[in-house]
Nanobody
């Protein structure tokens, strides 16, 4: 029904930058919030940042000042610009689309992407 495809992960040195992209496709009527979460080895998945359809962002404390989330609502695409990356930012980054209405259904859905690896070397 709906797919989220992430791109932009990779290997970067500490202090470097990366820009992640996530495009949602399928029978989408509307998406409320889109965001990014990450999961490091041995740790629980945690919020990085989210943004509403109206453009209101929310950041985890660890991301504030280094990360900017943006969204092209008409394209169902969300971006994550990460600067001043640290080795502790190494994780699999997952895109999330929350409160998704699909065409022809009154139900609300929640979708996740397959994840993209971000590795920051020291």
């Amino acid at each position: 029904q709906v797919q989220l495809v992430e791109s932009g992960g990779g290997l970067v040195q500490a202090g470097g930058s990366l820009r992640l992209s996530c495009a949602a496709s399928g029978s989408i009527f509307s998406i409320n919030a889109m965001g990014w979460y990450r999961q490091a080895p041995g740790k629980q998945r945690e919020l990085v940042a989210t943004i509403t359809s109206g453009g209101s962002p929310k950041y985890a404390d660890s991301a504030k000042g280094r990360v900017t989330i943006s969204r092209a609502t008409a394209k169902n695409t969300v971006y994550l610009q990460m600067n001043s990356l640290k080795p502790e930012d190494t994780a699999v980054y997952y895109c999330n689309a929350d409160f998704v209405y699909i065409v022809g259904s009154p139900k609300v859905y929640d979708y996740w992407g397959q994840g993209t690896q971000v590795t920051v070397s020291s």
